[in-house]
């Protein structure tokens, strides 16, 4: 069974900035796709970042040139460096993982980030 847990959620005011982490286990994790969605109160959970296996990344619009997505394969960790936060970044963040090994989607419980002044 995949288990992810992330770590490194936080209050941060506008403009600040935080990194999250996130550890995976009972996969291959150089084989998985790996990726960070949001989910903010009252809205849909929305792809942040994504990086496959091969360490291209994809960014959702409203990150790009602010989120940097990058992977540890020594370490099994996926990281999202957050720079230039603004309000509507709050969101508890979910690492998400596709693994090629099992073909089967994980996803971590969750960890909230709340910017805020």
């Known amino acids: 069974q995949v288990h992810l847990v992330e770590s490194g959620g936080g209050l941060v005011q506008p403009g600040g900035s935080l990194r999250l982490s996130c550890t995976v286990s009972?996969?291959?994790?150089?084989?998985?796709?790996m990726g960070w969605y949001r989910q903010a109160p009252g809205k849909e959970r929305e792809l942040v970042a994504i990086?496959?296996?091969?360490?291209?990344?994809n960014y959702a619009d409203s990150v790009k040139g602010r989120f940097t997505v990058s992977r540890n394969n020594a370490m099994d960790q996926l990281n999202l460096e957050m720079t230039s936060l603004k309000p509507e970044d709050t969101a508890v963040y979910y690492c998400?993982?596709?693994?090629?090994?099992?073909?089967?989607?994980?996803w971590g419980q969750g960890t909230q980030v709340t910017v805020s002044s």
């Open positions: 998400y993982c596709y693994s090629a090994q099992f073909g089967s989607v994980s």
């Open positions: 009972g996969s291959i994790f150089s084989q998985n796709i």
């Open positions: 990086i496959t296996s091969g360490g291209s990344t």
